[in-house]
């Protein structure tokens, strides 16, 4: 039986690495040797794929694009849910439910199901084509995942650390600052954890929102690249692109991949 | 302290949130119902109002009802094979007792980090009739006449997008169940073992019922998981080809947008394929309804 189940979950993970895999090698390869066989080796390793993802594709500014417009997306997303989250967790005032519910409801919107409203409304104040504009417009689009992540995680802090705080005289803005926020790192680590994945990976928004190609993020980037290895057949640099991409991801799910699933299970149970 | 510090500190910290989050977010949303019945071409060009006529349009536009019709057939099939699959891994790692769990568990996990983009670049080439893994072995197996154009063909394209949607959310769903079912106690596996029940009638009279909530809410996020996924991998993989045969409603809405610039009758089919998510979540929450055990 112990036998079974194995065989079964390995047959599983070579459908799941598979790709992966195959990806990278392809990224040594060179063109001829992609289109004989899915399983061949390369027979030297071609680093040339990359400099030219690099160089023609110019996919060193599009990841640069990407970490700015992830980091600041991030940043923004913070300055707004840890405030937020508090009020909601910790304060009993008027309309707190329905601040609430409104901000629950907001994790049934989709981002395409907005993306035309919201450029015809950023085409009228000219706030397309632009980085920053882009990134709240990330941010925003965060807010109820993690203000359902982090106001549940708020509540579990025990309130005696704050009395005592407000005992000492500290203001309300004081104990936000020096007593809650680092008791709740965790739980914000999380937050920017699962964002880090939503903004690094989105497209749809990116998409429509930014025209200009030295603007573009990297999944944007990539899916032009696709469009055009269609007619001019550089598939190893495309290949070299994806494992670009891929760096920054795999790198942080190694290092995060226990807090990333402990996450999912405390939110999903809660429902 | 005092109210008016409290109620000021209260003010500072929800109004600006709230402003962008209106902005950014609610104002659109109220901008697509509304938007939907007017007839807009172009930028800043005429708007007339024109109550309900998008919608009539739509229910007779060919190319549409295809698309609904291929959104509802993702939002159905994918979901239940979702939810099946992840189950039985859940089970198999939850129970199996394997030394290697935790290492599966982050394996099965790892395509739902993946970017979308990258997803539907790789499985075309998975797909790919040359030079693609799945011709390849069908072709070592000697079933040349089975090897065919996945994408390419109008009666495959819909299936071969399905099944990239489950690759992609398997482990998911699969790591929500696994908490679920490491946290039955195990002695209600020894009494029913007791009692004679075997491992199928254990994992639908426990396991199962146990985890009902759960899979409730599973069921809702991965119909609503749908839209999304769907309309990068087909704008990717297919963009709606061949023939309309893999067009998606949110793709056609994209494409009425951005490319005919129709933006009133786009916004008309996001209304429609909002509504049709919200009636599915709702017949999904009423059919799995039990009385609580």
Redesign the interface.
């Known amino acids: 039986m ?1 036998i079974f ?2 065989v ?2 390995l047959i ?2 070579f ?6 895999i ?2 990278i090698i392809a990224a040594f390869k060179t063109n001829t040797e ?6 061949s080796i390369p027979e030297v390793l071609n680093f040339s794929n990359f400099t030219r993802a690099f160089v023609e594709s110019s996919m060193g500014e599009f990841i640069l694009n990407s970490f700015f417009v992830t980091g600041l997306s991030m940043c923004l997303l913070l300055l ?2 840890v ?2 989250s ?3 967790s910790r ?1 009993d ?1 008027k309309g707190r439910k329905l ?1 609430h519910n ?2 629950m409801g ?1 994790l ?14 950023m ?1 009228n104040f000219h706030m397309l084509d632009n980085r920053f504009w882009l990134s ?2 990330y ?3 965060a ?1 109820p995942f993690s203000i359902y992540l982090l106001t549940g995680f708020m509540r579990s802090i025990p309130r005696e650390y704050e009395e005592s705080s ?1 005992i000492d005289g500290s ?3 004081r104990t936000l600052i020096s007593i809650i926020l680092p008791l709740a790192r965790p739980g914000i680590l999380t937050v920017i954890i699962f964002n880090f ?1 939503t903004f ?2 989105e ?2 928004l990116a998409l ?1 929102l930014i025209s200009s190609d030295e603007k573009k993020t ?3 980037g ?2 032009n690249l ?1 469009e055009v290895q269609k007619f001019a057949t550089d ?1 190893a640099a ?1 290949f070299a692109g ?1 494992v670009l ?2 760096l920054p ?1 795999i790198t942080l ?1 190694a290092l995060t ?1 226990k807090k ?2 402990e996450g ?2 405390m939110g ?2 809660k ?1 | ?1 005092n109210r008016k ?3 000021a ?2 003010l ?3 109004v ?3 402003f ?2 209106s ?7 109220t ?2 119902f509304y ?1 939907s019945l007017f007839s807009s071409s172009g ?1 800043g060009g005429g708007e007339t109002f024109i109550g309900l006529e998008n919608f009539k349009e739509l229910f007779t536009d060919e190319v549409f009802l295809q698309s609904l019709k291929n959104t509802g057939f993702l939002m159905l099939v994918v979901p239940a094979i979702i939810l099946f699959l992840s189950l039985i ?1 859940a089970s ?1 790692l939850s129970f ?3 030394r290697e769990k935790h290492l ?8 739902s ?6 997803i ?7 797909y790919h009739p ?4 799945i011709n ?1 072995v069908l072709k070592w197996m000697g079933m040349n006449q089975f090897a065919v154009a996945w994408l390419g063909s109008k009666d495959t394209v819909l299936w071969a997008i399905a099944l990239v949607m489950v ?1 992609q959310a398997v ?2 769903y699969m ?2 169940y ?3 079912m490491d946290g039955v106690p195990r002695e209600l596996y020894e009494a029913a073992s007791i009692d004679g029940a075997n491992v199928v009638q254990q994992f639908f009279k426990i396991t199962i019922p146990i985890l009902w ?2 899979i409730r ?2 069921i809702i996020f991965s119909i ?1 998981g749908v ?2 996924i769907s ?2 991998l087909v ?2 993989m297919t963009a709606g080809g061949p023939n309309n045969a893999s067009q998606v409603a ?1 793709t056609y ?2 494409k009425q ?2 490319v005919n610039a129709n ?1 009133g009758y ?2 008309a089919i ?1 209304v429609i ?2 509504t049709v ?2 009636i599915l ?1 709702l017949i999904s929450n009423r059919l799995t309804e039990r009385e609580s055990y």
């Open positions: 112990r189940l194995r079964v979950l599983a993970t459908i799941f690495v598979y790709s992966l195959w990806n992609i289109m004989e066989s899915p399983w707004l849910v405030p937020t508090y009020a909601l304060f005032f601040l409104i901000y907001g049934f919107i989709q981002p395409v199901y907005i993306m035309i409203p919201l450029f015809l409304m085409n709240l417009v941010a925003a689009g807010l407000y203001s309300y803005f994945f690094w990976n497209y749809a429509v990297i999944p944007v990539l899916a696709m598939w495309l994806l991409v891929l991801t799910y991949q990333l699933t999912l299970s999903g149970l429902g | 302290m510090s409290r109620t500190f209260i500072l910290c929800i600006p949130t709230l962008i989050f902005v950014f977010i609610v104002y659109p949303v901008q697509v938007k930028f891994f198999i199996g007792n394997l599966y568990r982050m394996i099965f996990f790892f395509p980090i993946l970017s979308f983009v990258v539907g670049i790789l499985w075309t080439f998975i040359n030079m693609g893994i390849e690759w482990g998911y790591v929500m696994l908490a679920g909530e759960i809410i599973t609503n839209l999304n309309f990068v704008l990717v949110l809405m994209y947008a951005f933006f786009a916004m996001a394929v909002f998510s919200i979540s």
